[in-house]
């Protein structure tokens, strides 16, 4: 249906940022709903934010909210996570998500991207 495809993932020192993207190609209509969530070792994959299609309304994770910022770019067909104050804690693999819906407070998408590491590390 939607293939995701992340990047931007790398190594980051603690304090430091990252920024990354995720573009969506074939049937695109259907991402209403664009997100993030991570996973790191040993970890259950977590829910770090959602955007709808007008970009108007965004949800964010406690533990990242006021920290990351999650944008889309329609035209591009393509969300943005930027990631501020990291710490070592924000370490884990990173998929962008698409589609699905969002309700009672817990997004869930339709698809998935392969993921991209991400490591906070002095």
């Known amino acids: 249906q939607v293939r995701l495809v992340e990047s931007g993932g790398g190594l980051a020192q603690p304090g430091g940022s990252l920024r990354l993207s995720c573009a969506a190609s074939?049937?695109?209509?259907?991402?209403?709903?664009m997100g993030w969530f991570r996973q790191a070792p040993g970890r259950e994959r977590e829910f770090v934010a959602v955007?709808?299609?007008?970009?108007?309304?965004?949800y964010y994770a406690d533990s990242v909210k006021g920290r990351f910022t999650i944008s889309r770019d329609n035209a591009k067909n393509t969300v943005y996570l930027e990631m501020n104050s990291l710490s070592p804690e924000d370490t884990a693999v990173y998929y962008c998500?698409?589609?699905?819906?969002?309700?009672?407070?817990?997004?869930?998408?339709?698809?998935w991207g392969q993921g991209t590491q991400v490591t906070v590390s002095s």
């Open positions: 074939g049937r695109t209509f259907t991402t209403y709903l």
């Open positions: 955007i709808t299609w007008s970009a108007l309304t965004t």
């Open positions: 998500a698409g589609g699905g819906y969002y309700t009672g407070s817990t997004y869930s998408p339709g698809d």
